[in-house]
């Protein structure tokens, strides 16, 4: 912007105030009728002129420079040339700054969070790195001792969460059979994340018990035991289950949340062991489940449940096999709140 003229006064070598201008060029002075030379307005416009990339352009290059009362401005922040002398009037306008800076770099977008980009990790596996018909075996993952022929689990490509593989699983009739790793033996809170997909079929009413992954105290046992899965005939509302057996009493969380088939689920368990008993709760795709518990409402389950460490995965029927596959995929574990990246 350019400064407004100044007021001048007369009588002999009387100074006149140029025209100050706030946005633009700063007062200058000139004399009237006395002769003699007064400076003409100073600064360009310091909304304009200012060096290239001015944050008010924009991205690549400043505003021009505004026009000043003075002399031609240079690129944006030099001064005014000098006024006439003698002139009672305000310096000529400066002309506008060039502006001339390089265009501005384009901010890239900030890459998404894999599913194992997670804080406080304890595991983290995508199956992806496991060879097709395989299973993972190093630390903290432990070989299996199962001498059944009939069950399924592996890696596999059919479907997958991310990446190209996930853990494939059918008909897995006892725990030896499972997939199982050591969490170890200090927990005191953490959470537990794994993408779930129901392939050719999704349990339904007359399915009595089948498990999607299970917290034990020893790999191998089944009671006491945290399971995670879905209940028919016996949980009311039927569907996705959190399940603590052992303590005495069967804790069973019923939400009533069905699954369909083809359809992949993020499951997150927050778990919180005591010195003599464990509490669980279970998101599903970041929704906090409710529970019915014995015919009682409650937000959490609870049991006299100690010394929980080992994670199992592999579905599991506790009341014959299930037969249909079920796929697992980016399972974590961490002792930070988990997303369903």
Known sequence: MSGTAGMTTSGNGGSAI????????????????GGGSGSG???????GGTTGGSTMAGSGGSIAGGASNGGAGAAGMSSGGNGAAGAATAGAAGSSGDGSGGAGMAGSGGASAG???IGGKILCEDFDAIAAGMLPTAAPWAARNCFDTSNTLKADGGAHHSGSQALLGMNI????????ADLGASLSEYWVRAWIYYGTAAPTASTHEVTLFELVPKANTDDPSIRVGYRGDTCMPIGVEVNITG???EETGCTGQAPKADTWYC??????????SVTTDLSIDGVDQSYT???NAQME???????VRYLRLGPRSYSGNWANPIYVDDVAVATQALGCQ
Do not use: E, F
């Open 301 to 307: 389950i609870t049991s006299q449940v100690a010394g």
């Open 41 to 47: 307005g100073s600064t360009g416009g310091a909304m």
């Open 173 to 180: 009739p006892y725990a030896d059979c499972q997939l199982s």
């Open 115 to 117: 599913p194992c980009d």
């Open 18 to 33: 140029g025209g100050a201008n706030p946005m633009g060029g700063s007062s200058g002075t000139a004399t009237s009728k």
């Open 293 to 295: 518990n014995h015919g």
């Open 267 to 276: 499951y997150v368990l927050h778990v919180k062991q005591m010195a003599s």
């Open 247 to 249: 303590g005495g009493q």
